[in-house]
């Protein structure tokens, strides 16, 4: 089943690279794009094969898990931020972030590339490789670390090599780590959205000290975050 997911990604997105180059317009490309990515999203939950819900979360959490998804993702992206401002990340890896600029003016364009980038991309995603691969694993009694491990492994290696696989690799530990303790697929969605709505952020005209007061603040609250997922679904579990 991830294998058909994965071919069917990457179709949509050679078919819409194809469609930009016959036209020569990245905005055509996006749209094409776009519209594949929500056809397959459509189909994906429409034939129901992930569960579209909050999993462990009992109904009177549900707003506070969303609170602390938001949190958790706009924790992660600040860590991420002001880390890259104080070892300066782009005198260590000058070529990799040139191109990876360039890739995401190139592959993200207009309205269309937002949705894309920021919404549709992540909801597939999480679909795939939460929903589906580390679903799967998990039914199969696989152990939930090797699970997590793998599936964040493949994840990252998607999204490219250097520090980008470093960042996905983590990102996707947390997501994977969170799926296993609430059985949400929702909570990683929110997550990925809010993770890839908030990457443009630049911290670059600040200094050390401000980087290393949000480092710390936002270390701190990621932890609360994911303790908070940690301590609720250990309840839900005593309960039941």
Not at 62 to 75: K, T, Y
Not at 101 to 110: D, I, Q, R, V, Y
Not at 175 to 184: D, K, V
Request: aromatic share 12%; with cysteine; charged share 10%.
């Amino acid at each position: 089943m991830f294998l058909i997911w994965c071919l069917l990604y990457c179709a949509v997105a050679v078919i819409g690279s194809i469609v930009g180059d016959i036209t020569a317009s990245d905005e055509i490309m996006s749209w094409t794009r776009l519209a594949g990515f929500i056809l397959l999203t459509v189909v994906y939950l429409g034939k129901h094969y992930v569960e579209l819900s909050f999993g462990r979360i009992g109904e009177r959490r549900v707003w506070s898990a969303v609170g602390m998804a938001i949190l958790i993702a706009s924790a992660y992206v600040m860590v991420l931020v002001s880390v890259f401002v104080l070892i300066d990340i782009e005198q260590l890896s000058p070529k990799e972030f040139e191109s990876l600029n360039e890739t995401a003016k190139h592959l993200f364009p207009g309205i269309a590339g937002l949705l894309c980038g920021c919404i549709f991309c992540p909801v597939l995603e999480e679909i795939g490789f939460r929903g589906i691969l580390l679903g799967g694993l998990l039914k199969s009694q696989c152990r939930p670390w090797i699970a997590i491990l793998v599936t964040a492994l493949i994840f990252a290696l998607l999204h490219g090599v250097g520090v980008h696989f470093n960042v996905s690799l983590v990102f996707g530990i947390i997501l994977g780590w969170l799926y296993w303790r609430t059985g949400s697929i929702i909570l990683c969605m929110i997550i990925h959205v809010v993770n890839n709505s908030l990457s443009f952020i630049d911290f670059s005209g600040q200094t050390n000290v401000v980087c290393l007061i949000i480092l710390v603040g936002s270390l701190l609250l990621l932890s609360l975050g994911l303790w908070w997922f940690a301590r609720i679904c250990t309840i839900s579990d005593e309960v039941k």
